[in-house]
């Protein structure tokens, strides 16, 4: 493999399969392996990196390149190695694309981004479609905005016990992402909040859930277990939530839910049990299709 992007997370490779003949040999970009992975198989290893990259072990790795303010007052820079910063005191302003982040012409270099305490909030679309390979949120975020990481390469994420709200496909289509824990505090998430995670294998929510969206789990292909935390309060459950989970095996429900929605497990073609918690109100169309 050729390593293309490195953090404290893991790695980024370009990785060739050679074939005998010469023939039917191909090379995959964008591989993530995480440190964990990287440090526990690896036997030996040779780094490359491409032309221009700068490394974390670099001398200027730590260089500003470009730095501004969000609306509001809080400050960001950016280092030549692909840390993003964001300092300050309140909330970062809700951005309506991607082009309109204030980093959008750097967004490519991005890598890390690192919340200090004291923001708030992290807007919508702010980190979409950036490579970030791993993000750490401050105890003083309250909410995660919508596509605040969409299409990111986050690998893993911890959300900390101060965040109420998950918005709408805050990480859709986060391909990497493979880890994510929840704290209890977490109230909401929002639909397709974790839509095509490919990676994921696994979730554990906190007792303090009230709601999840439509699709929130949906066509997390490697998911196979998905645990609600028993608590005391209704939990709502939107449509679709794990449609397409094709290795789901394992799944605890809340305790109290206002109904299985329609095409919940849809296509969860490995899921051989589900118990159905007492007063749920109804089980709509194609809840359990094609299992």
């Not at 990481?149 to 893993?156: E, I, K, Q, T, V």
């Not at 839509?195 to 294998?201: E, N, P």
């Not at 309060?233 to 809340?254: A, H, I, K, R």
């Amino acid at each position: 493999v050729i390593v293309l992007q490195v953090n404290e997370a893991g790695v980024i490779v370009a990785e060739g399969n050679y074939s005998e003949g010469g023939s039917g040999g191909t090379v995959h970009w964008g591989r993530a392996i995480s440190k964990e992975v990287v440090m526990r198989d690896t036997t030996t290893y040779i780094t490359r990196y491409p032309v221009g990259y700068v490394a974390p072990d670099d001398p200027s790795a730590d260089e500003t390149i470009t730095e501004g303010t969000l609306d509001g007052g809080l400050a960001w820079t950016l280092t030549k190695a692909g840390t993003l910063t964001i300092s300050g005191q309140g909330a970062m302003p809700d951005l309506s694309s991607a082009a309109e982040q204030p980093w959008s012409p750097y967004s490519g270099q991005i890598l890390k981004v690192v919340i200090e305490d004291g923001v708030t909030s992290i807007g919508s679309c702010a980190f979409w479609d950036c490579p970030i390979l791993s993000a750490k949120i401050p105890e003083t975020v309250t909410v995660i905005g919508n596509n605040a990481f969409y299409g990111s390469a986050l690998m893993s994420v911890t959300i900390p016990s101060s965040v109420k709200t998950i918005g709408d496909s805050a990480f859709y289509t986060c391909k990497n992402l493979s880890s994510v824990k929840f704290s209890e505090g977490l109230e909401t998430i929002g639909q397709n909040a974790f839509r095509a995670c490919g990676d994921l294998a696994s979730i554990s929510l906190p007792a303090s859930i009230k709601s999840v969206g439509s699709a929130a789990f949906m066509e997390c292909k490697k998911m196979m277990s998905a645990v609600f935390t028993p608590g005391s309060g209704q939990v709502t459950l939107g449509d679709n939530m794990f449609s397409e989970c094709w290795y789901l095996t394992q799944v605890t429900l809340p305790q109290n839910i206002n109904r299985i929605g329609e095409g919940m497990f849809y296509n969860c073609m490995a899921l051989a049990k589900v118990e159905i918690p007492q007063g749920a109100g109804s089980i709509e169309m194609q809840a359990f299709a094609s299992c």
